[in-house]
């Protein structure tokens, strides 16, 4: 349906809002802001190498364990909000950070449960939208991550110069409409498996 469509769009851009705000500006302005401008670019790309390196195994990890997920609530639901919540605490401890090693522990942290967010709500495309629709629904989607760019840039010049905002204003504003996707989605749940059966 196109509320849905709108929604799982809106959601989507929020998530690659949440990756790309900080990776963009601010984090880069928090290890400059700690080490100063000769050692920063060291620095940022230990801290970016290694949530970067967390990412590509924590994706499928999650992806794995969202489908055999039995909540009660869903498969997908719980770990959009699981992974929105604990992200959203990594951000919080890299703009608060007092050096670089919780910087890279706030980043890490972020990166792992973003994850989680991502591989869950990449995996709503397979689970609600038909077979014969999912080409155009993957390409609007698509769309999603340059304009998450764009707004991510936006939204830390809008909260700038104070680096608590701007780390966490787009945390808010992305959260709200993840949010309100996992509340509205009708999540699939995992179908139980009587004994003896096939």
């Keep these: 349906s196109v509320p849905f469509m709108v929604f799982y769009a809106l959601a989507s851009m929020s998530t690659s809002l949440l990756f790309l705000a900080p990776a963009l500006v601010s984090l880069a302005l928090k290890v400059n802001d700690l080490v100063g401008i000769e050692a920063a670019p060291g620095k940022l790309s230990l801290v970016a190498s290694v ?8 994706n499928p990890v999650f992806g794995h364990l969202s489908d055999r997920t039995p909540s009660r609530w869903g498969m997908r639901r ?3 909000l699981v992974g929105l919540v604990g992200g959203s605490l990594g951000i919080l401890v890299v703009a608060l950070a007092p050096s670089i090693a919780f910087v890279l522990v706030g980043w890490c942290i ?4 973003y994850n989680a967010l991502l591989a869950a709500q990449i995996a709503v495309l397979a689970d609600q939208v038909p077979q014969r629709q999912r080409g155009l629904v993957a390409g609007v989607l698509g769309i999603c991550l340059p304009l998450a760019s764009i707004c991510g840039t936006f939204l830390v010049n809008l909260f700038s110069p104070h680096l608590l905002a701007m780390f966490l204003g787009p945390c808010v504003v992305a959260g709200f409409f993840i949010v309100v996707f996992a509340v509205m989605l009708e999540d ?6 009587r004994p003896g059966s096939r």
């Design 188 to 193: 699939r749940r995992l179908a139980e498996t």
């Design 51 to 58: 949530g970067a390196g967390l990412s590509i195994i924590a």
């Design 110 to 113: 972020a990166q792992v449960f």
């Design 78 to 80: 719980p770990w959009m």
